[in-house]
Every structure is written in C-alpha cells, then in structure tokens.
T-cell receptor
Framework: NAGVTQTPKFRVLKTGQSMTLLCAQDMNHEYMYWYRQDPGMGLRLIHY???????AKGEVPDGYNVSRLKKQNFLLGLESAAPSQTSVYFCASSLDPPQETQYFGPGTRLLVL | AQKVTQAQTEISVVEKEDVTLDCVYE???????LFWYKQPPSGELVFLIRRNSFDEQNEISGRYSWNFQKSTSSFNFTITASQVVDSAVYFC????????????FGQGTILTVHP
C-alpha cells in the first residue's frame, strides 16, 4: 500500500496562475482533508470531504476549490494564485471520524512569486 | 472553540537526555480525541499516538510515553534517552468527538537532539 500520495512535490507559480494539487489514497478511506502548514501556525484545514461527490469548507477555504469525483482522489485547486498561498499543503485521509486517525501524505511545497 | 497550545517553541537537548513536550488543550466537548504527530526534517507527518478523552490511562511505547490528565487539560509527551533521530517538529492535535473529524493543531515544538 502506498498510503496517501500527493502530486506534485514542489511547484513554483507566478501570481495569477492556476494549478491543481492531486491527492490519492489506496486505503479505501471515506474522509479526505486538505491542510496548509505555515511557520508557527501548525496545520489549518482548508477543505474536506466526507465521501465521493461531497466537499465542505474548513477553517481557511478562501482562494481554494476542491473536488472529489472518485473516492480515492481529492483535488485542490488554486484558480488565481497569490503570494499568501505560498505554503506546504498536506492531504490526509481517514476512516469514519471522529474515532479514526488521519494519515497524511508527504506534502506539496508551493511557492507563489 | 477548540484550541491547542504547545508553549515550547524550541527545545534543545543532548543525546540520552529525557525530554518532555507539553500540550495543553481547550474544548467544550465531553468526548474528544488527542493526537501526537512527528514531522522529521524530510517533511512528512508521522502519526504517533491517539488518545480518547474517556481513557486516561498513560501509554508507553518503547522510549515514548504520554501523560494524559483531563484535570489540567494536558497531554504531554516524554522521550526517554533521546536520540539524534528524534530531532523533528512535534505536533499535538485535538479532534472533536461530534463532527467530521477536523483536527486542531498546536503550533508545534521543534526538538533538536545533539550528539
């Protein structure tokens, strides 16, 4: 099992460009999450999904969109990147919460110039 | 509102020393879950432990031990006989017992173990 994988590992964008981050999990988890990690702030939830075809806003959703067309994939989109979106993005998945642990991908480092 | 505070921003120890990482949480939920994650220099987040609010038993796993005290809303993590490989950022996180499983993370503690 690969667990949770993220593509790409690193990306540089110019302000205003768009991109999509891909998260894939092979653990048959229902729930998936996107977090961003910024220095001194821990991880903050951007969006999450409770199952295929569903998405919901987390703590810091502005400037991001998500889609969950397949159970194993969770996409995070930036339509018009801004320097404030420079961060490390982590995807996680879990079985039905709240009892279950979230398992994280390796992260995507994004730099917006 | 949920809140997790890791008051120690950075800790530096010499190998073989014991070190305790503090975690204090705030929640109004009666059922909740506490977690510790490790983030080594390679950047991934590694799950270490989960503790349910209704189980106050302390846990030991090798050189790692966790002390959960509801009375003081703390969930501290101790590494005994630290090693250089323990150098990492450690995050404490709080999960709600009644919703979709959102985790509230502390700011993290950077642990450096010197040889």
């Amino acid at each position: 099992n690969a667990g949770v994988t993220q593509t790409p590992k690193f990306r540089v964008l110019k302000t205003g460009q768009s991109m999509t981050l891909l998260c894939a999990q092979d653990m048959n988890h229902e729930y998936m999450y996107w977090y961003r990690q910024d220095p001194g702030m821990g991880l903050r939830l951007i969006h999450y999904s409770v199952g295929e075809g569903t998405t919901a806003k987390g703590e810091v959703p502005d400037g991001y969109n998500v889609s969950r067309l397949k159970k194993q994939n969770f996409l995070l989109g930036l339509e018009s990147a801004a320097p404030s979106q420079t961060s490390v993005y982590f995807c996680a998945s879990s079985l039905d919460p709240p009892q279950e642990t979230q398992y994280f991908g390796p992260g995507t480092r994004l730099l917006v110039l | 509102a949920q809140k997790v505070t890791q008051a120690q921003t950075e800790i530096s120890v010499v190998e073989k020393e014991d070190v305790t990482l503090d975690c204090v949480y705030e929640t109004r939920d009666t059922t909740y879950y506490l977690f510790w994650y490790k983030q080594p220099p390679s950047g991934e987040l590694v799950f270490l432990i989960r503790r349910n609010s209704f189980d106050e038993q302390n846990e030991i796993s090798g050189r790692y031990s966790w002390n959960f005290q509801k009375s003081t809303s703390s969930f501290n993590f101790t590494i005994t006989a630290s090693q250089v490989v323990d150098s990492a950022v450690y995050f404490c996180a709080l999960g709600r017992g009644t919703s979709y499983g959102k985790l509230t993370f502390g700011q993290g503690t950077i642990l450096t173990v010197h040889p």
